[in-house]
């Protein structure tokens, strides 16, 4: 994404034939767009501030691209990371979003699996856990952990760092 996208919404360069209505190749479970969190100048590319989104950009872009998918929704985001979560609403239940991992369900269910020989299959349902209420989309936490030390500056210009 660049800003080139500001100011002009995805539906209407997909109806300007800008762009191909996006429809999942198989059902996914969970797509995760993500700005570029600029990291300095380097050799390897000619990224500039320029083309590194801010967060609200990203929102806005992500918002107008969920509007064309059926059956997903914003479910997270990581204001840090420049990044959200589209999820499908199999994973929202009861009004609640499950879009993290059980890793000890994960791993016991991939020994089932290999000791199966591939018989015994499971899906994305089977090891999944509740979101934290600091991670869902449109909390004021914007994905920070309560737990972790967020660092801010103290002078009041914009930070461009990306962090």
């Known amino acids: 994404m660049t800003r080139e996208l500001d100011g002009k919404c995805l539906k209407q360069r997909a109806l300007d034939g800008g762009y191909q209505e996006p429809k999942?190749?198989?059902?996914?479970?969970?797509?995760?767009?993500?700005?570029?969190?600029?990291?300095?100048?380097?050799s390897a590319s000619s990224l500039t501030m320029a083309n590194v989104p801010w967060h609200e950009e990203v929102v806005h872009f992500v918002g107008e691209l969920v509007d064309l998918i059926p059956d997903y929704e914003i479910?997270?985001?990581?204001?840090?990371?420049?990044?959200?979560?589209?999820?499908?609403?199999?994973?929202k239940i009861d009004g609640e979003w499950w879009t993290w991992i059980d890793?000890?369900?994960?791993?016991?269910?991939?020994?089932?699996?290999?000791?199966?020989g591939g018989a015994e299959t499971f899906s994305a349902q089977d090891y999944m856990a509740k979101t934290p209420p600091w991670a869902v989309f449109g909390a004021n936490e914007r994905g920070f952990?309560?737990?972790?030390?967020?660092?801010q500056r103290k002078h009041k210009s914009r930070d461009i760092s990306g962090c």
Do not use: M
């Open 103 to 116: 890793y000890d369900r994960f791993q016991a269910l991939i020994q089932r699996y290999e000791d199966s």
């Open 145 to 151: 952990d309560p737990k972790d030390t967020r660092h």
């Open 24 to 42: 999942p190749r198989s059902p996914d479970s969970a797509v995760s767009p993500q700005g570029v969190t600029y990291c300095g100048e380097s």
């Open 75 to 91: 479910a997270c985001e990581h204001e840090h990371s420049n990044c959200l979560l589209i999820a499908h609403r199999k994973f």
